[in-house]
């Protein structure tokens, strides 16, 4: 796809480098992705920017209906920030095989970027992706809302021809016909016949099925029962062992259907391959492999698990446990969402931020909605308040549209967030005021030096009457008030240091 030149020149001169982090637990560890000015503004036209995927992320930009309702609409960029599929689609779907996007009229497309160049591919007249590409399948359905899946170029591989179906997993795919489900591959081939109740995704070799008694057992890819339907529940086998519950009590077995110890929960379930949670008396610890309590039952809930960090409650207050079963981040934030890319979303005392998986608190600032903050494919968090968006790099540093830390902005923890007065500690991105700068032998008729302070006086000024403005339609505000003052300080050394370059 061709580019002008002036995209071209806006790419150009890196200001700032962001390493995304890799998953745990053997997740494939990104490359660098130059942030330049350019990126940077991005996050200001988009409303989101998700993770990249086979080198590309999904957008979304806000519009209205004519109605003049909010909504969104949705594209694709590439790494440097091409838009190489227009912001228009009411949905995208982006998996390493393809891009799908359903359009607001007219037939749904297929989109595959490949050798960096975007393919599009026609969906078969009357079909409508239900998902993205696993194992180089799409699920579609017809307009009587049988289900069916498409290759990468589009083509129907497998006939809309089932009342249900869910994605591939190993090679292998849900599928319900006549209100019972069984396992097809991907040339649509039934690996099972379909006569089960319920059947699970394939996880490590095995996949979950249950019997019109309401029992559980487990098939193997070749679609052989290996272990008998005769459990009341079970899990997925996402390594060597399963929990299932026998006579009301919940144990794990290995892939021979034998327990590995004695059955004594209430309940159980699977974290990772090596982290089990169980449940007594109300309350929830975890387990090893070995079903070895790692951690006594403690606590008040289990949630999101992902990429070795599991979100625990106490009290209703959220941290983190990791694979050992170790608390490794306090019980202390009102809300949590999972780790992404080493990275999880908090709220904490009226403010929301991330942390990291040390606990490190990349920044904190006040907002009564979780969901105004958020971190991009490129690396940085966005922060969204009265309109304006603020984007911080991983130290929870503050940039501005040349990728440069704003002037006056400290780091998260750094010693200037300590005792600034808008809640303190660890964490709080502030603006302190600056200092003038150990003098260098320059000339105090230095020309170029009073211009430099001339730009930051003026530029604080700039932000001071934005801040008044706001000031006005939130006069409660401690947070903007302390701006106010901070770049009152601001002025008044610039007005010093100017005056000393006469």
């Known amino acids: ?34 942030i330049t000015p350019y990126i940077l503004n991005l996050h200001l036209k988009y409303s989101f920017i998700d993770n990249f995927e086979g080198g590309l992320a999904r957008v979304m930009m806000k519009t209205k209906t004519e109605s003049g309702r909010e909504t969104g609409v949705f594209g694709c960029v590439d790494e440097e920030g091409h838009e190489v599929i227009p912001c228009i689609y009411e949905s995208v779907y982006i998996e390493p095989g393809g891009v799908l996007v ?56 497998v006939p809309c021809r089932y009342n249900s179906a869910d994605d591939f997993s190993e090679g292998l795919a849900v599928v319900e ?18 006569i089960y109740w319920n059947a699970m995704d394939f996880y490590n070799g095995m996949g979950c099925v249950q019997n019109e008694e309401g029992l559980y057992g487990y098939v193997d890819a070749t679609g052989r029962e290996v272990i008998p339907c005769q459990f009341e529940s079970a899990d997925f086998f996402y390594g060597d062992v399963a929990p299932v519950c026998l006579d009301g009590s919940y144990g794990l077995i290995d892939k021979t259907g034998k327990f590995v110890s004695t059955t004594r929960y209430k309940s159980m379930g699977v974290c990772t391959s090596n982290l ?54 306090p019980c202390i934030y009102s809300r949590v969402n999972w780790f992404d890319q080493g990275f999880a979303r908090v709220a904490r005392n009226g403010r929301v931020g991330y942390i990291d998986k040390t606990g490190r608190e990349i920044f904190l600032l006040p907002s009564n909605s979780f969901s105004s903050a958020s971190r991009s494919g490129f690396g940085v968090f966005c922060f969204e308040s009265g309109g304006e968006v603020f984007i911080f790099d991983e130290e929870g540093n503050r940039l501005d549209s040349n990728g440069l830390e704003t002037p006056g902005v400290a780091s998260a923890g750094s010693d200037a967030s300590a005792g600034s007065g808008i809640g303190g500690g660890s964490g709080v991105v502030v603006v302190p005021s600056i200092s003038a700068p150990a003098s260098t032998g320059s000339s105090q008729s230095d020309p170029s030096r009073r211009v430099e302070w001339e730009i930051r006086r003026n530029r604080a000024i700039e932000e001071l009457a934005r801040l008044q403005v706001k000031l006005i339609e939130d006069p409660n505000s401690a947070y903007i008030k302390h701006n106010i003052q901070t770049q009152q300080n601001i002025i008044n050394t610039c007005n010093e240091m100017i005056a000393t370059y006469q």
């Not at 591919?121 to 009587?144: C, I, K, M, S, T």
């Open 1 to 34: 796809m061709k580019h002008t030149t002036i995209w071209a020149r806006l790419l150009l001169g890196s200001v700032t480098v962001i390493t995304l982090l890799s998953a745990c637990g053997g997740g494939k560890k990104q490359e660098k992705i130059e």
């Open 102 to 157: 359903s359009p607001k009229e007219g037939n749904n497309k297929l989109f595959v970027y490949r050798d960096g160049a975007m393919q599009e591919f026609p969906v078969p007249d009357g079909l409508d992706p239900q998902g993205g590409f696993y194992e180089g399948r799409a699920r579609v359905h017809d307009e009587d809302f049988n289900y069916g899946y498409i290759d990468t170029e589009g083509n129907l591989v």
């Open 177 to 194: 016909q006549n209100w019972r489900k069984g396992y097809i591959d991907v040339d649509g081939n039934e690996m099972t016949p379909l």
């Open 276 to 329: 089990f949670y169980y449940g007594e008396d109300g309350l929830y610890g975890f387990v090893d492999a070995r079903q070895n309590v790692l951690t006594p039952a403690r606590y008040n809930k289990i949630d999101n698990c992902r990429e070795g960090m599991v979100a625990v409650a106490q009290q209703g207050k959220y941290g983190f446990v990791n694979e050992k079963g170790e608390e490794v981040i």
